[in-house]
T-cell receptor
Framework: GAVVSQHPSRVICKSGTSVKIECRSL??????MFWYRQFPKQSLMLMAT?????????EQGVEKDKFLINHASLTLSTLTVTSAHPEDSSFYIC???????????FGPGTRLTVL | AQSVTQPDIHITVSEGASLELRCNYS??????LFWYVQSPGQGLQLLLK????DTLVQGIKGFEAEFKRSQSSFNLRKPSVHWSDAAEYFC???????????WGAGTKLIIKP
């Protein structure tokens, strides 16, 4: 299967700062990327869907000004958590899909801790 | 409404025993069905998927799942579990048009020695 990487795998930041998480498709071109958030012992919650070169589509209840998503190329999408607060602490997972596949390929996740 | 139900929040199985994890879905079209496994603090690994054809699909790590359209189910099975199978298992349903997935709540598998 295709490979998706995420960076960083773990980040700790102070409240009020911004954090950028990168998601890369390493061996295929991802026309669509997804960002999920996962709370402890819960399922994945889709935050937004992004298509290369266009604005992300956010799920209901997700603040687009707080969670900035950029999908500038077919291999890279970024999620920026702006003015992070402790309640933003979570496990963030990205995934990528393309016309060549009928499935999503998942990154290993990023553990964000906001102090 | 489209939904995926995993009725069991957690299941405890003795090592070497057989396993079945349940997944039921409600979906308007022919679904694409997936099972993923997640170890603590890790990302998701695809175990198996069903798109079409043979309704019994084989996956990695000795897992299999059977699509039963009449029951709207896609249960995951393994004949003999290993301690390393302890993890969270997620069932998901998707469509091919936009790859979006609808997720079950997950089932935590606990292995007794």
């Amino acid at each position: 299967g295709a490979v998706v990487s995420q960076h960083p795998s773990r980040v700790i930041c102070k409240s009020g700062t911004s954090v950028k998480i990168e998601c890369r498709s390493l061996d295929f071109q991802a026309t669509t990327m997804f960002w999920y958030r996962q709370f402890p012992k819960q399922s994945l919650m889709l935050m937004a869907t992004s298509n290369e070169g266009s604005k992300a589509t956010y799920e209901q209840g997700v603040e687009k000004d707080k969670f900035l998503i950029n999908h500038a190329s077919l291999t890279l999408s970024t999620l920026t958590v702006t003015s992070a607060h402790p309640e933003d602490s979570s496990f963030y997972i990205c995934s990528a899909g393309s016309a060549s596949y009928n499935e999503q390929f998942f990154g290993p996740g990023t553990r964000l801790t906001v102090l | 409404a489209q939904s995926v139900t995993q009725p069991d929040i957690h299941i405890t199985v003795s090592e070497g025993a057989s396993l079945e994890l349940r997944c039921n879905y409600s979906y308007g079209a022919t679904p694409y069905l997936f099972w993923y496994v997640q170890s603590p603090g890790q990302g998701l690994q695809l175990l198996l998927k069903y798109f079409s054809g043979d309704t019994l699909v084989q996956g990695i790590k000795g897992f299999e799942a059977e699509f039963k359209r009449s029951q709207s189910s896609f249960n995951l099975r393994k004949p003999s579990v290993h301690w390393s199978d302890a993890a969270e298992y997620f069932c998901a349903v998707g469509a091919d048009s936009n790859y979006q997935l609808i997720w079950g709540a997950g089932t935590k598998l606990i292995i007794k020695p």
